[in-house]
C-alpha cells in the first residue's frame, strides 16, 4: 500500500512540473469570415495617399520616419486607389472577406529596393530598418479583406509588429484590438466558441 501512495506521488509530482504545450491562437483561426469591423469615427485620407496609420485606437500622423512603434500592435488602413484629392471616410460596417496571414524577414536585403518595392506591407512602413549585413528583422502582418456597399473604395486593414526571428509571433486578436482601440471595433461573437473549442487541445 505504501508503496502505491509512493508512486503515486511521484507521478502527480512529475506532472505539475511539465511545461503547458502553449498554442498561441492567431486572428485568421479565431475571427471567422463574415465578421464585422465597425469604423466609429470618420477618418481622413490625406491627398496622394490611399491609407493611414492606426496605434493604440488613434490615427498616427506621416512622418518621414518613425510613424509607429513597429514593435507593437499597429495598423493600416487601406484604400484601394491613391487620389490627388483628400478624402473622408464615414463610420460604416465592413464586412471581413478574407484574412491572410503573412510573414516576411527583411535581413540581409537590399531594403530599399528589393523588400519596400514588392511587399505593400514593407513598402508602406516608414520606418529604419537595418541595411546589407545588418541584424535580421521579421514583420508578421495579418490582412484583412474588406466589404462595404456605402463605401467601396475601402480595401483592407493590415495589422501587425515586428521583431528579430527568434522572437516574433503571429498576431492575436486582443492585440489586434489594442491597436484598433474604439476607433475600429469588432463583433466576433461567435468566436468564443471558436476558441473554446481551441482550448481543449492545448
Excluded at 469604423?39 to 485620407?45: F, G
Excluded at 528589393?114 to 506591407?121: D, H, K, L, S
Excluded at 501587425?160 to 463583433?187: C, F, R
Amino acid at each position: 500500500m505504501n508503496k502505491i501512495l509512493t508512486l503515486l506521488v511521484v507521478l502527480l509530482t512529475s506532472s505539475c512540473s511539465l511545461p503547458l504545450d502553449y498554442k498561441r491562437v492567431t486572428v485568421k483561426e479565431l475571427l471567422p469570415i463574415g465578421s464585422i469591423l465597425h469604423l466609429t469615427q470618420e477618418i481622413d485620407i490625406p491627398a496622394d495617399r490611399s491609407f493611414i496609420y492606426i496605434a493604440y485606437g488613434k490615427v498616427a500622423p506621416l512622418k518621414n520616419y518613425n510613424t509607429v512603434d513597429i514593435y507593437q500592435p499597429y495598423c493600416t488602413f487601406h484604400l484601394y486607389d491613391e487620389s490627388s484629392q483628400a478624402r473622408n471616410i464615414i463610420p460604416d460596417q465592413f464586412e471581413v472577406t478574407k484574412i491572410v496571414e503573412w510573414q516576411r524577414d527583411f535581413g540581409r536585403l537590399d531594403n530599399k529596393k528589393n523588400a519596400y518595392a514588392t511587399n505593400r506591407a514593407g513598402r508602406l512602413i516608414k520606418t529604419s530598418i537595418a541595411g546589407d549585413g545588418g541584424p535580421s528583422i521579421v514583420m508578421y502582418a495579418t490582412i484583412l479583406s474588406l466589404r462595404s456597399t456605402k463605401q467601396p473604395e475601402v480595401k483592407e486593414i493590415v495589422c501587425g509588429h515586428w521583431n528579430d526571428p527568434a522572437e516574433v509571433e503571429p498576431l492575436t486578436l486582443q492585440e489586434m484590438k489594442s491597436a484598433l482601440g474604439q476607433l475600429i471595433t469588432i463583433d466576433n461573437t461567435s468566436s468564443k466558441k471558436i476558441i473554446s473549442d481551441k482550448m481543449k487541445f492545448i
